[in-house]
C-alpha cells in the first residue's frame, strides 16, 4: 500500500552544522514529492519540492535528494539555524492530477546552541 | 495574497455535541484538501474537493464526518456527534490545478473533545 516513513523521529543538530532529514516512501508509482515545514501552531510551511524525473534539487539553503532506486529522499539544511527548529514532513504525489498528497510522521528537528 | 485561513482556531466540545470547522482557500485554487493530525502522529488525508466536488473521500473516518464546499469557495467540515478520537489537529489546505501545485496549508483548527 501507499506509506511514507521517516527513519529517525527526531534529530539534534549543533548550530551551524548541516542538518540531513531522511525519508523512505513505498509508492513506485510516486511522481511528485514535497518537504513540508511545521512550526508550533502553524499548518505545514512548504520547503521545497521534485519531480521523480530528477535526482537533487536546490533552494536556499535547502538541497532535496531523491533516489528511486532505493525509495528514499532527503532533506539537506545547510548552516541549520534556530529558527530552522520545528517538524519536518515528507510526503509525496501519484502522477495523476486527482492523486492526493500521503504524509510521513514527521521528524522534530531541534538545534544546539 | 491571502493565505489559507481556518476557523476557529481553537474548539473545545464535549462528546456527543456537534462542531463545524471553516475553511477559506486561497482565492482561485479549484483544490481543497482536509488533512488531520491526531497525537502528533502523521499529516492525514481526510478529503479533496475540486472545486465543488468530491474528488476523493477515502480519507474520512466515518458517517459522522461531513464535508461541503457549496459554490466552489469556503468548505466547512462538520463532526456531529464528536467522540473523543475525534481531538487533534485538523488542516485545510489548497492548490491551484496540476499535479505538480503544492498545497498551501492553513493554521489548523485544534479539535478537544472531552
Known amino acids: 500500500g501507499e506509506s511514507v516513513g521517516l527513519h529517525l523521529p527526531t534529530l539534534s543538530v549543533q548550530e551551524g552544522d548541516n542538518s540531513i532529514i531522511n525519508c523512505a516512501y513505498s509508492n513506485s508509482a510516486s511522481d511528485y514529492f514535497i518537504w513540508y515545514k511545521q512550526e508550533s501552531g502553524k499548518g505545514p510551511q512548504f520547503i521545497i519540492d521534485?519531480?521523480?524525473?530528477?535526482d537533487k534539487r536546490q533552494g536556499q539553503r535547502v538541497t532535496v535528494l531523491l533516489n528511486k532506486t532505493v525509495k528514499h529522499l532527503s532533506l539537506q539544511i545547510a548552516a541549520t539555524q534556530p529558527g530552522d527548529s520545528a517538524v519536518y514532513f515528507c510526503a509525496e504525489k501519484g502522477i495523476s492530477s486527482a492523486s492526493k498528497i500521503i504524509f510521513g510522521s514527521g521528524t522534530r528537528l531541534s538545534i544546539r546552541p | 495574497e491571502a493565505g489559507v485561513t481556518q476557523f476557529p482556531s481553537h474548539s473545545v466540545i464535549e462528546k456527543g455535541q456537534t462542531v463545524t470547522l471553516r475553511c477559506d482557500p486561497i482565492s482561485g485554487h479549484d483544490n481543497l484538501y482536509w488533512y488531520r493530525r491526531v497525537m502528533g502522529k502523521e499529516i492525514k488525508f481526510l478529503l479533496h474537493?475540486?472545486?465543488?466536488?468530491?474528488?476523493?473521500e477515502s480519507g474520512m473516518p466515518n458517517n459522522r464526518f461531513l464535508a461541503e464546499r457549496t459554490g466552489g469557495t469556503y468548505s466547512t467540515l462538520k463532526v456531529q456527534p464528536a467522540e473523543l478520537e475525534d481531538s487533534g489537529v485538523y488542516f485545510c489546505?489548497?492548490?491551484?490545478?496540476?499535479?505538480?501545485?503544492?498545497?498551501?496549508f492553513g493554521n489548523g483548527t485544534r479539535l478537544t473533545v472531552t
Open positions: 521534485i519531480r521523480s524525473n530528477m
Open positions: 474537493f475540486v472545486k465543488e466536488s468530491k474528488q476523493d
Open positions: 489546505a489548497s492548490s491551484q490545478p496540476g499535479r505538480g501545485s503544492p498545497l498551501h
